[in-house]
């Protein structure tokens, strides 16, 4: 079945420096791509989204970009700071799908001050 | 506050019992989704409505488990004859007619079957 994959499973950091998560997808028709932030005990937020036709989307420190030929996108935090610290989920959307969004299984970051 | 809300936010139960969950989307969110969510893991698609219609149904969701959206407005979530392996966080998420994809957790009702 489709599934995503993420990497790495943990990364930590020193405050300044950049962070870059990195996510497979099996499914060729996925055509969306979130990026959720997860603190301890809070709900998914939704931080970035990419859309199949576009290759790069910036929004101030965090930009994703996607590689649709290799069906991998990635997560780029610049000059991370110690509230960036959190788990962070990838997801593809299910072709055929309205809805059904596919997981990764997550990536803890750590930004040391 | 404006965004997805879910009641309980807690629930203990003994296994065998039944349970309902509750989750009111954002005001005029036509879309909602039930996720579940273990530790280390990301959310697991479950169900999703769109107004009081369903579907999109998981393989995840046994004869067990039923979601209703009977007015296109709160959704709920039960379990029947609980297990152990119940055990998780349910997520619930809305996304409206406009954005469509954009999905908005709630903070989740987590379940601990004993």
């Known amino acids: 079945g489709e599934n995503v994959e993420q990497h790495p499973s943990t990364l930590s950091v020193q405050e300044g420096d950049s962070a870059v998560i990195k996510c497979t997808y099996s499914?060729?028709?996925?055509?969306?791509f979130p990026w959720y932030k997860q603190e301890l005990g809070k709900r998914p937020q939704l931080i970035i989204d990419i859309r199949s036709n576009v290759g790069e989307k910036k929004d101030q420190r965090i930009a994703v970009t996607l590689n649709k030929t290799a069906k991998h996108f990635s997560l780029h935090i610049t000059e991370t700071q110690p509230e960036d610290s959190a788990v962070y989920f990838c997801a593809a959307s299910k072709s055929g799908s309205q809805g059904n969004l596919i997981f990764g299984k997550g990536t803890k970051l750590s930004v040391k001050p | 506050d404006t965004g997805v809300s879910q009641d309980p936010r807690h629930k203990i139960t003994k296994r065998g019992q039944n349970v309902t969950f509750r989750c009111d989307p954002i005001?005029?969110?036509?879309?909602l989704y039930w996720y579940r969510q273990t530790l280390g893991q990301g959310p697991e698609f479950l169900t999703y409505f769109q107004n009081e219609a369903q579907l999109e149904k998981s393989r995840l969701l046994s004869d067990r488990f039923s979601a209703e959206r009977p007015k296109g407005s709160f959704s709920t979530l039960e379990i029947q004859r609980t297990e152990q392996g119940d055990s998780a966080m349910y997520l619930c998420?809305?996304?409206?007619?406009?954005?469509?994809?954009?999905?908005?957790f709630g903070p989740g009702t987590r379940l601990t079957v004993t």
């Open positions: 005001s005029e969110h036509n879309r």
């Open positions: 499914d060729s028709a996925s055509n969306y």
């Open positions: 998420a809305s996304s409206s007619p406009d954005t469509g994809l954009e999905q908005y």
